[in-house]
């Protein structure tokens, strides 16, 4: 569609690895929404990082979207940040009609903006306060970053409703709910047999290996579990060799462990055909491995809090000990036409994940930055004490079950980053 000047808006992506997306959600999220704006007629400035000892010269240009390349830090404490730093002082030299910035952990950076009168939006992404990898100096420093953005933002986006939640009993502050696409793919089974696997053969796990994602949870759960059909693992973490020790201890001969997986066609197929999905991740927002899986047809069963049951509702089964995970095995293989009814019922969820849609949020967004049509005045970005500071809390919790749900409504109203070694439905 032709577009007039005066309809064309100039947005800069800061804060992520940049595109071609190859790692995580919010890669994934720059390079399918920025495209599709590109497309519009919009100018999208994507900030990259340059990849140490790389030969080749970077491109300039990737899908309509402009380029720039900087380097970062190569400490993990502050690979994100330094990059970041280095983003927002060429945006200075460089400026756009607005800017988003992902990741809460570069809120420091947020007032530079503002002096410069550039209009900004900070995705917060989940809470990273709560993951068990980070010492209490980062976990500190997450929970400051926090009220750095409420404060320092023109507006703030949330991936989930149970981030908007949190976001609104923390801070009183209001967010702009824009989820992640989800894929609908049907990419065909011939890989599976070079896995030594066949369709409907198997039980999925896809997850980077840290606590709070709870693989050890599923592992033992199936271990204990009575399962005919084998766990396929996919996904590791190098800097959690404790817990993936943990892990493969509590694994039996049945256990399948297959490593980070970059071959997508292959990952594609494994989501499409396993008998069920298992995913344990409960300190996010919306997951790109979850809606992955419900794009491919995958029956889920998932670990109980208000993130996952936004995204799989009716369709799918939830767990929270690894009781239950031997208890909906058990459910899975005894009722297999019913289990691929929910398949198909998540394939018709995912629907309401579309990039299309997505990508009309972030341009009325970018409007809205660019005419200043924002709060004038902020949130104090003072914190009040919320379930997710309890010692077992999390936002969105929600009451242990050991059968399908029906319909859940939504909640009412590593370095600062995520692990680069792996692909992004694997974190």
């Not at 709060?375 to 379930?387: A, I, L, N």
């Amino acid at each position: 569609m032709d577009r007039s000047s005066t309809d064309r808006v100039s947005i800069a992506l800061v804060g992520t690895r940049g595109v071609p997306a190859r790692y995580g959600g919010f890669e994934t999220a720059v390079e399918e929404v920025g495209r599709r704006l590109a497309d519009r007629g919009h100018r999208v400035v994507v900030y990259c990082r340059t990849a140490p000892g790389a030969q080749e010269v970077p491109p300039a240009e990737h899908l309509g979207m402009e380029l720039v390349h900087l380097p970062a830090a190569r400490r993990r404490s502050l690979e994100t940040l330094s990059h970041t730093a280095l983003s927002v002082r060429h945006l200075l030299a460089h400026r756009t009609d607005a800017a988003i910035v992902f990741n809460a952990a570069n809120a420091p950076l947020l007032p530079a903006l503002r002096a410069a009168r550039i209009p900004v939006a900070t995705h917060v992404d989940g809470l990273e306060w709560r993951r068990a990898k980070w010492g209490p100096a980062g976990r500190r420093y997450y929970r400051v970053a926090e009220s750095l953005a409420v404060r320092w933002s023109d507006v703030l986006i949330a991936d989930a409703e149970g981030i908007a939640e949190y976001y609104r009993e923390a801070f009183a502050a209001p967010t702009t709910l824009l989820t992640y696409g989800a894929p609908l793919i049907a990419p065909g089974a011939d890989r599976l047999a070079g896995a030594g696997l066949e369709p409907g053969g198997y039980h999925l796990v896809v997850a980077r290996f840290e606590p709070e994602n709870h693989v050890d949870v599923i592992v033992e759960g199936y271990a204990a579990s009575d399962a005919a059909k084998p766990l396929v693992v996919v996904g590791s973490a190098p800097y959690a060799d404790e817990y993936t020790r943990r892990v493969h201890a509590l694994a039996d001969e049945r256990v399948r462990f297959l490593g980070g997986v970059w071959d997508q066609e292959l990952l594609d197929q494994l989501y499409a055909h396993c008998a069920t999905y298992l995913h344990g991740h409960s300190v996010g927002g919306t997951n790109p491995s979850l809606l992955r899986a419900i794009g491919a047809g995958a029956a889920v069963t998932a670990f109980d809090v208000d993130f996952n049951r936004e995204v799989v509702r009716d369709s799918g089964r939830f767990f929270r000990t690894p009781q239950d995970v031997a208890r909906q095995l058990a459910a899975v293989e005894a009722d297999p036409e019913g289990t691929r009814r929910a398949g198909e019922r998540a394939r018709v969820l995912a629907r309401r994940y579309d990039w299309d849609e997505v990508a009309d949020g972030y341009e009325r967004l970018a409007r809205r930055l660019a005419a200043r049509d924002v709060p004038r005045r902020r949130p104090s970005g003072r914190r009040t004490p919320t379930d997710a500071d309890s010692p077992a809390g999390r936002p969105g919790t929600a009451t242990p079950t050991a059968d399908v749900v029906p319909l859940h409504p939504p909640a009412r109203s590593r370095p600062w980053g995520h692990d680069e070694h792996l692909p992004a439905a694997q974190q």
